[in-house]
């Protein structure tokens, strides 16, 4: 009998978490204007809103907060995280900054300007969003199978080459500072790119001079897929093929939340001198010191070792195998899901799930709320409020698919909270006939408006 995949670690500390009844949690619903992120963690039982800062650390991990060094400059853990960067990106510079965005914010003011264009492969939302405030255009080029949710293709996160091309050709050179690939793509489900198409999209680049950064929040997992799915590169470790992938690109802004296992944190890394210099300057006016960018000393030291674990294979097949048991579970029920399924989080069909509701009435939100009030789980729409407005016609704009998006914090529930989860979605798919409206908006922001928008019931 095939052994099944334990976890590498046994658990030495836990938290409660609280059960509610349905009648708590749809007047805290009510209360949170309809919109998952106003709700407080108590009134939460399992938190699937994100993956981003929420999982839990190795006690590797909590030792070395305690040999922190919190020297303005220069600092000891400084020198450990970028050791530990170089090593496995292969960038000889570092800025840490305090989480992902701030990388994207300090590297996109030195890069874009306003009426530039980065194409990529649907780029995240804190990206996109950064751009856009530069007055500047995301151009998503990602294959069109990742819009197919029963299509097997191995790789959604891949981009469509001729799509990029046409990019190329459409614009000037001076209007492309860069092309951007995220890995895992978050927005089409935590699917992978495979380091075949990163090699293509490289030399299609090249030839149009275009240089290539990577999204790198969750490269590690992206690296698993690519050992366990790309032919040839099954006796590679996580390490050797993150190198490769990152020999193809310029720089990395990086998101430490995901695959750097800590709970607060980012960074930039780059290998140009001129590109880190200008890249400082952002840094210091708003991140702090170049040796610091935000973050404590001793944050950036478990930053260093959960780097080196989240590069470790048997760590990874814990992860994304737990992952996969909660999708299959619900492909087990019948629940339309995005397959394959994704390195961080499973991804549900809400138009395929509640057909009865408009896209005018946010199927995904609606589908949300209900597993909410279901069972105290949150989650999060990908759908139409994330979305935005289009920021010219203010129109709003209607993605390919609408998801709600069950993220699951890195070795932090088990396979019990998976099964309960997964027992949860099921109950609110069988009274699926029952749900036939779904919400207005009553107030948003300008943009990124998802995090903050007030719903009523249409
Ligand atoms: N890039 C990707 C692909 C992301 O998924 C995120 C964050 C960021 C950049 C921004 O990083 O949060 O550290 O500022 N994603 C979280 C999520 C918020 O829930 O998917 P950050």
Redesign the pocket.
């Given at each position: 009998m095939n052994l099944p995949y334990a976890e590498p670690y046994r658990i030495k500390m836990t938290e409660e978490i609280r059960q509610s009844t349905r009648e708590e949690r749809e007047q805290w619903l009510k209360e949170a204007g309809y919109n998952l992120f106003n709700l407080k963690s108590s009134q939460v039982f399992i938190d699937l809103l994100?993956?981003?800062g929420t999982g839990a650390m190795s006690d590797k991990q909590w030792a070395a907060l305690m040999t922190g060094d919190e020297s303005y400059a220069g600092s000891k853990s400084f020198e450990q995280l970028h050791e530990t960067v170089k090593k496995i990106s292969g960038y000889q510079y570092l800025l840490p900054t305090h989480?992902?965005?701030?990388a994207?914010n300090v590297l996109f003011s030195v890069l874009v300007k306003e009426g530039d264009v980065i194409p990529g492969n649907s780029h995240?939302d804190?990206?996109k969003g950064h751009i856009e405030f530069r007055k500047a255009h995301a151009i998503d080029c990602t294959v069109d199978e990742a819009f197919d949710v029963e299509n097997l293709f191995p790789f959604k996160g891949n981009i469509d080459l001729e799509k990029l091309e046409k990019v190329y050709q459409t614009y000037p050179k001076q209007k492309i500072p860069f092309c951007l690939v995220?890995i895992t793509c978050?927005s089409s489900g935590g699917q992978p790119v495979s380091l075949e198409n990163m090699k293509a999209v490289k030399e299609l680049s090249d030839r149009y001079g275009i240089p290539i950064f990577f999204?790198s929040?969750?490269f590690a997992e992206n690296a698993y897929f690519i050992k366990t799915r790309e032919k040839g590169q099954e006796h590679r470790t996580i390490k050797e093929i993150a190198r490769e992938v990152f020999s193809y690109g310029v720089g990395m802004?990086m998101?430490s939340?995901?695959d750097g296992l800590v709970n607060i944190g980012?960074f930039i890394a780059l290998n140009d001198e001129n590109l880190f210099r200008a890249a400082s300057n952002f840094t210091i006016i708003y991140e702090g010191f170049i040796t610091y960018g935000g973050m404590a000393g001793r944050d950036m030291a478990a930053l260093a070792v959960g780097l080196d674990e989240a590069t470790e294979f048997k760590y990874l097949q814990s992860r994304i195998s737990q992952v996969e048991y909660l999708g299959n579970k619900l492909i087990e029920y019948g629940i339309p899901v995005q397959k394959p399924i994704g390195g961080h989080a499973v991804f549900i069909d809400s138009l395929k799930f509640l057909p009865n509701i408009k896209r005018e009435e946010y199927p995904a939100q609606t589908l949300a709320n209900e597993i909410y009030k279901e069972a105290g789980i949150r989650t999060?729409e990908i759908g139409t409020l994330l979305a935005d407005r289009d920021p010219e016609t203010r129109e709003n704009r209607y993605p390919k698919l609408e998801l709600v998006r069950l993220?699951i914090p890195r070795k932090t529930y088990t396979n019990n909270h998976m099964d309960y989860i997964a027992a949860a979605v099921k109950n609110v798919y069988d009274r699926r006939e029952e749900i036939a409206k779904g919400y207005q908006i009553v107030w948003e922001s300008e943009i990124l408006r998802h995090f903050t928008v007030k719903l009523e019931e249409a």
């Open positions: 994100t993956d981003s989480q992902g965005r701030a994207e995240f804190t990206t995220t978050n999204d929040a969750r802004t998101s939340k995901k980012g999060v993220a």
